[in-house]
């Protein structure tokens, strides 16, 4: 035995780098590294080398060398990634929508750790928590798709960023800007107004925040008509909301007062001397009255009595006034109005979170369960959630608004329904919204929850409301204060490059009119009822669909609209051209 082990054949073992071995092929590599079972007599130049431990090493080191030549001088553009697991450079990409620009670096290998320091270094301000996750919406998919459409990997553009420019193109304000200069009139009637300490007007308005709004906005006019101290507005509680927030809990009182000193005086209650007044109470206030009415009706009552208390104001005031009532409504909505500094604050944060990484549409979602049953519409979830709908409506139909008489199939084709996530997704892709954008959606939660917003999420998986933005305890302050929480959604989607609600209503109203305010910002208003046949022809070719839904929105983009030619619109919505005007010498009084 221990002869046999003498004379056993002792085996060398080569180690051979990998890069070695991937350059060659399967029988060049076997030529290599087995040598054959007979020696051959050939000699080379006379020396037996294939005998020599030498030449194999030699062999060897030519091999490595031509290898990592080749690697060296790898010029092919074409590949992006190399096949050779040794090169040791990696594009990495640089998202930028403003730029549209990416550089080209080495390629290594990333452990996990790498990994995640990069997605959070992509985060700019944005919590990396949120961007890790993508809110959990596609989230294997974002960090690929984010980069996709935008430019290739030499630097050049790709065939997406002429559309994705032209989504987010800003519309052509035609040079108006906010001008509110009042009349000699409304002036001198103002020093009398502000003086006077014997009447008094107490307004309590009701419904959501956006609904509160417009009622203060009225409400400051009607003390201007009646020459009245306006004491700062009442929030009715919130029946369905249970919201118990207060006037300074929602906008800057201060600032209020302080903007408005020159046209109503703002009283945070009402002096001694008439709080023992019995108060003159209207609660039944006809639609859309004149300030000749509203004198005729009060005036003489409230200069006896010395208050007068309104409530209900929802478009009880006309929205055909004179230019300088018009004026002022536009003063209290754009100016006075801001939001108190703490929801301000966070607001800002928000936006400037969503915008760390180039510009943002937000979307304002009319999906939650009592919008589907006010319009009388189905969401086109499933047959169970249509159940929920219809039982809640037959139990509640106080709740269905106008034209009760129409079909469900009806109002949707007049374009009386809120459009689906699949409708919305739909609409964006053929206006050319690229799948990296970024999306705040604002509103409630959608009726299904994430289930219902799967085939949006699916096309545009860059997804967010306030809870995925804020950090730990940031909204704690707002919470179960549905007011609050609506303010935080104004103040982002105003700051957004583009907007778009998926039904009307009345924060979209205010939102149109304050980004027209600001230079005409983009705004996109769904053409429901013309675009919702298109929607339901599936030959239609995505080309030809998407060349007809562009071309029936180019004129619903956010352009100036005077609403002279619209009669009866309110003019916070459509400030041209009483709040708005063209003429570079106008002086703003802001």
């Known amino acids: 035995m221990a002869k046999s082990k003498n004379n056993a054949k002792k085996v060398s073992y080569i180690s051979v780098p990998s890069q070695i071995i991937n350059s060659l092929s399967s029988s060049s590599l076997q030529s290599l590294l087995l040598s054959p079972k007979k020696p051959s007599r050939n000699r080379f130049f006379g020396l037996n080398l294939y005998r020599s431990p030498r030449f194999w090493f030699l062999a060897l080191f030519l091999f490595c060398f031509l290898g990592m030549l080749k ?35 080495q390629l290594g290998f990333v452990s996990n750790g790498e990994k995640n320091d990069i997605k959070d270094q992509e985060v700019g301000s944005v919590d990396a928590r949120e961007l890790k996750s993508e809110v959990g919406f596609g989230s294997n998919e974002v960090k690929d798709e984010s980069l996709k459409g935008v430019v290739d990997f030499q630097g050049g553009k790709s065939d997406g960023v002429e559309e994705e420019s032209e989504f987010w193109k800003q519309p052509d304000g035609l040079g108006y800007k906010p001008c509110l200069k009042f009349s000699r009139e409304y002036s001198r009637w103002s020093e009398l107004i502000v003086k006077n300490r014997r009447k008094y007007l107490l307004v309590v308005v009701s419904g959501g925040m956006n609904q509160q709004r417009n009622q203060i906005v009225d409400a400051v006019v009607i003390a201007r008509i009646l020459g009245a101290a306006l004491v700062v507005p009442i929030l009715q509680v919130n029946v369905i909301w249970g919201d118990e927030s207060e006037f300074s809990d929602i906008f800057d009182l201060e600032h209020f ?46 200069n006896r009595e010395g208050v007068l208390l309104l409530r209900g104001l929802d478009s009880r005031l006309s929205k055909d006034l004179p230019s300088d009532l018009q004026k002022l409504r536009c003063k209290v909505a754009f100016n006075a109005l801001r939001f108190a500094p703490p929801v301000l604050e966070l607001g800002n944060k928000l936006a400037e979170r969503m915008r760390s990484k180039g510009p943002y549409l937000a979307l304002h979602l009319r999906m939650e369960l009592d919008v589907w049953v006010r319009t009388g519409c189905q969401p086109g979830l499933s047959h169970e959630y249509d159940e929920i709908i219809n039982n809640e409506r037959k139990q509640r139909p106080e709740l269905l608004t106008a034209r009760s008489n129409m079909t469900y199939h009806e109002r949707k084709l007049a374009g009386l329904c809120p459009l689906n996530a699949m409708e919305v997704a739909r609409l964006l892709k053929a206006l050319g919204a690229p799948r990296s954008t970024r999306i705040y959606w604002a ?64 924060m979209g109203h205010a939102i149109q009119g304050h980004r027209a305010y600001a230079g005409h910002k983009k705004y996109i208003t769904p053409n429901k009822r013309h675009m ?9 070719p995505g080309a030809e669909f998407n060349r007809i839904i562009k071309e029936l929105h180019r004129d619903s983009l956010g352009q100036p609209e005077l609403r002279t030619i619209k009669a009866g619109r309110d003019v916070t919505k459509y400030p041209v051209p009483e709040c708005m005007c063209s003429d570079s010498h106008t002086r703003s009084s802001l």
Not at 257 to 265: E, G, H, P
Not at 479 to 495: C, G, Q, T
Not at 499 to 504: D, E, L, T, V
Not at 532 to 540: D, I, M, T
Request: net charge positive; hydrophobic share 35%.
């Open 71 to 105: 690697l060296s001088y790898n010029l092919d553009p074409l590949v992006p990634f190399s096949p050779y697991p040794c090169v040791t450079g990696q594009p990495q990409l640089q998202d930028s929508f403003s730029k549209k620009l990416t550089t080209r670096s």
């Open 443 to 506: 509103g409630g939660q959608p009726l299904g929850g994430k289930e219902a917003l799967q085939p949006l999420t699916r096309e545009f998986p860059h997804f967010y409301n306030k809870e995925d933005l804020a950090l730990p305890g940031e909204l704690k302050p707002f919470a179960n204060r549905a007011s609050l929480m609506a303010a935080i959604d104004y103040i982002v989607s105003e700051n957004s490059d583009v907007f778009m609600p998926s039904h009307g209503g009345n």
């Open 257 to 302: 007062k302080r903007v408005l000193a020159n046209d109503v005086r703002i009283v945070s209650s009402l002096p001694s001397t008439h709080i023992t007044t019995r108060p003159v109470v209207e609660s039944r206030t006809p639609l859309h009255v004149s300030p000749q009415w509203i004198r005729a009706r009060y005036l003489k009552r409230l």
């Open 532 to 540: 919702l046949p298109y929607f339901l022809n599936s030959s239609l």
